[in-house]
């Protein structure tokens, strides 16, 4: 994956309010085996060359004269636990951040086919962003799910590529949409159990 593959997803996440400001950040493994990232302090919708760097998987900037993003230890600690994932987004959706400010896991089986992709999405503890505590945390949550909700701050996603990542990220969007918008409605009606089991029985 190649620099015009963030700059290009970063506009789609910005333009469908997944990454309001500067908040948020993109990396992928490059053909190199290395990571490319966002600079610290860079839009997902304004993104040029020059703001995504190279590092290592110590950190260290390869290519680039920027800083790169302050969250950078998260996307090196997931990608070595989960050697299948290829690309990460970090997002501090609105919708999304509503359920981590609230505490909420996100595991209330109301559509069938999240279920059946997701299953339920962990939430970590609070730690103050861009730490290590944060980073290891959140790292293993990983170890059995392709995102986790960080407490009082947002969510983080990972997939085999960065399209793949976008469209979990795309889909737990429309899920908190889906579950906010249910919940002014008045009520929201989960599956029952077995129902859910008639979900997991397409899996085998
Ligand atoms: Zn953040």
Not at 18 to 27: E, H, K
Not at 49 to 54: E, N, T
Not at 163 to 179: D, G, M, N, P, V
Not at 194 to 201: H, V, W
Request: charged fraction near 25%; glycine fraction near 6%; charge should be positive.
């Amino acid at each position: 994956m190649i620099k015009e593959d963030i700059i290009y997803f970063g506009k789609r996440i910005y333009g469908q309010g997944l990454s309001p400001a500067t908040s948020g950040n993109i990396s992928c493994i490059s053909d190199d085996n290395n990571i490319l990232i966002t600079a610290s302090g860079s839009a997902a919708g304004d993104l040029t060359f020059d703001d995504v760097v190279k590092i290592n998987f110590k950190g260290e900037i390869l290519e680039g004269n920027k800083k790169a993003s302050s969250e950078k230890n998260m996307h090196i600690k997931i990608y070595k636990k989960r050697p299948d994932i290829k690309a990460i987004i970090h997002s501090h959706s609105p919708e999304i951040t509503a359920f981590a400010v609230s505490g909420l896991e996100i595991n209330e089986v109301i559509m069938p086919e999240f279920a059946f992709y997701f299953g339920s999405i962990p939430i970590s503890k609070y730690y103050l962003p861009s730490t290590i505590e944060l980073a290891e945390d959140v790292a293993n949550l990983f170890k059995n799910k392709n995102a986790v909700l960080m407490k009082n701050h947002g969510v983080i996603v990972g997939g085999r590529d960065l399209k793949e990542t976008f469209y979990y990220l795309e889909s737990i969007q429309a899920y908190c949409k889906t579950y906010l918008c249910a919940k002014l409605l008045g009520k929201v009606k989960a599956l029952n159990k077995k129902q859910i089991k008639e979900i997991d029985n397409l899996k085998h």
